[in-house]
């Protein structure tokens, strides 16, 4: 949440995580909503704690246990905020259809699942093609479904060569011209979005909702 310190209940709910406590997480996050909180600003809240664990992680002051346990307490946050945690999923909408999957070599995929219930709860119809997905995996849903939008999720650094490789593939198999591409997750930027040739990037999952409304209403 650049640009603003925390109120003092979020900065408790960043507490809770970092302290990889589950009640109070859960706690926390019960004393947000009913202090009428947005769901999607809390998961900002949330992903401030999770920047600081992913930077724990990489000084060595925190472990891979730690890093996973972080990944599970962000899925209870999800589920008690409403949002999927599973994947894959497909989802029936009146508006138009979005592709959605982790690039390959990549397996982060709760901010994904965040931006699939955000598409899904505004009406848009969504192909969750999961985690680690190549890009010939792309292309060949791309043909199946048929989709307006291709939302690329990473949050590896590799995941960037990921992304351009799928791009590439569209443009190969003649469909790049047929759907826009959004990417996002992590350290996605406007670099980013140039490097991989997409057409767009979301910061946050409303932005990527946001995008898909301003292409295909
Ligand atoms: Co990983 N991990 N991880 N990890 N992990 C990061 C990404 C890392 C930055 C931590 C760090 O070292 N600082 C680092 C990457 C470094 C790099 O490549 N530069 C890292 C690493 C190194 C690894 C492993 C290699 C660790 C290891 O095994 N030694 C390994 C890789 C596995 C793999 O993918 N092949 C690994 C594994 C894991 C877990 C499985 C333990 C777990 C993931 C669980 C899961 O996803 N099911 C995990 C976690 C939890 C993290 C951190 C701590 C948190 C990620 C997260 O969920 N954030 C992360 C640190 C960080 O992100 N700073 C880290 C919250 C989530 C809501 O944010 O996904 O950004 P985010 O989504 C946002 C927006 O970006 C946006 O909407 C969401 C809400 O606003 N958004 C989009 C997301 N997707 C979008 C798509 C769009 C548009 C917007 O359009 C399509």
């Not at 979005?98 to 982060?108: N, Q, R, Y």
Request: overall charge negative; glycine content about 12%; hydrophobic content about 45%.
């Amino acid at each position: 949440m650049p640009g603003r310190s925390l109120a003092a209940e979020e900065q408790a709910l960043v507490d809770a995580i970092l302290e990889f406590d589950e009640d109070a997480v859960l706690e926390q996050v019960q004393r947000l909503r009913s202090g009428g909180k947005d769901p999607l600003q809390i998961v900002e809240v949330a992903r401030v704690a999770m920047d600081e664990v992913g930077q724990r992680f990489q000084t060595k002051q925190l472990f891979l246990t730690e890093l996973i346990m972080g990944g599970e307490l962000l899925k209870s946050t999800m589920r008690a905020l409403g949002f999927a945690t599973g994947t894959p999923a497909r989802a029936e909408g009146a508006k138009g259809k979005v592709l959605l999957g982790t690039v390959a070599g990549d397996i982060h995929d709760i901010g994904k699942n965040i931006v699939l219930s955000l598409l899904v709860a505004n009406g848009y119809d969504v192909v969750d093609i999961g985690v680690d997905v190549p890009a010939g995996r792309f292309v060949e849903e791309v043909r199946r479904y048929r989709p307006d939008v291709v939302g690329m999720c990473g949050l590896l650094t590799v995941a960037f060569d990921s992304m351009k490789a799928t791009v590439d593939a569209l443009v190969g198999a003649g469909l790049r011209d047929e759907v826009k591409v959004i990417v996002g997750g992590g350290a996605v930027d406007q670099k980013v979005c140039d490097y991989v040739g997409a057409d767009a990037w979301g910061p946050t999952a409303a932005d990527a909702v946001a995008i898909c409304r301003k292409w295909i209403g």
